[in-house]
């Protein structure tokens, strides 16, 4: 019964290979959202998709692409990782694009060596 | 743009006790949300309180209150009877209230405020 469920839990790789993560959401709800924590525990925003489509897209590389094939799926593709990689990525959820309450998953960390 | 500024890095309460988390802000807009967010050794954040800023009632959820102080853009949360559960890292985070296009639900988040609880 699980709300927000990412895949998968650790991920690490090497330096420029290519990596997905991926979110779902059980919930019903429209939109969907990916944040970086990085080793400071600074949580920024990156992404936001409602229906589908791009809301939010903060300054973050294009090496990183969000894919939302259902309102129900938000994934993140990362290609030629970086060591500046290394954090974890939380995807949430929020019933419209309001987010005014956002459901948290339990978060990716990601290791690039 | 907002920001968000948690002075406490780490904060420790013995069990029972009471404790206030410290958040300030700064925004140039009248309306906007304010939130409180909590962040287990599991990771997963978990919101834990909201409050509207036209609404100058105190926000109140069982034993976690706020103090805000809109005037100056500060926003605490105390947490009363402490329990060991409630060991984690707390966010301050601030949402715009007309916020559109682009910046439409997004949050913006403190550096977080690590807090222990001794037995």
């Known amino acids: 019964d699980t709300a927000v469920s990412q895949t998968p839990k650790y991920l690490v790789t090497q330096m420029g290979n290519d990596k997905s993560i991926k979110c779902e959401q059980n919930?019903?709800?429209?939109?969907m959202y990916w944040y970086k924590q990085d080793s400071k525990k600074f949580l920024k925003i990156m992404f936001s998709y409602n229906n589908k489509e791009l809301i939010i897209n903060e300054t973050v590389p294009n090496r990183f692409s969000p894919k939302s094939p259902d309102k129900a799926h938000l994934n993140l593709h990362i290609n030629s990782l970086e060591l500046g990689d290394s954090a974890v990525y939380f995807c949430?959820?929020?019933?419209?694009?309001?987010?005014?309450?956002?459901?948290f998953g339990p978060g990716t960390r990601l290791l690039v060596l | 743009a907002q920001t968000v500024t948690q002075s406490q890095p780490e904060m420790s309460v013995q069990e029972a006790e009471t404790v206030t988390l410290s958040c300030t802000y700064d925004?140039?807009?009248?309306?906007?949300?304010l939130f409180w967010y909590k962040q287990p050794p599991s990771r997963q954040m978990i919101l834990v309180i909201r409050q509207e800023a036209y609404k100058q009632q105190n926000a109140t959820e069982n034993r976690f209150s706020v103090n805000f102080q809109k005037a100056a853009k500060s926003f605490s949360l105390k947490i009363s009877d402490s329990q060991l559960g409630d060991a984690a890292m707390y966010f301050c985070a601030y949402r715009s209230l007309y916020a559109g296009g682009t910046s439409y639900g997004k949050l913006t988040f403190g550096q977080g405020t690590i807090l222990t609880v001794h037995p």
């Open positions: 919930l019903g709800h429209d939109t």
């Open positions: 925004t140039s807009e009248s309306d906007y949300y």
């Open positions: 949430a959820s929020s019933q419209d694009i309001s987010g005014m309450v956002q459901y």
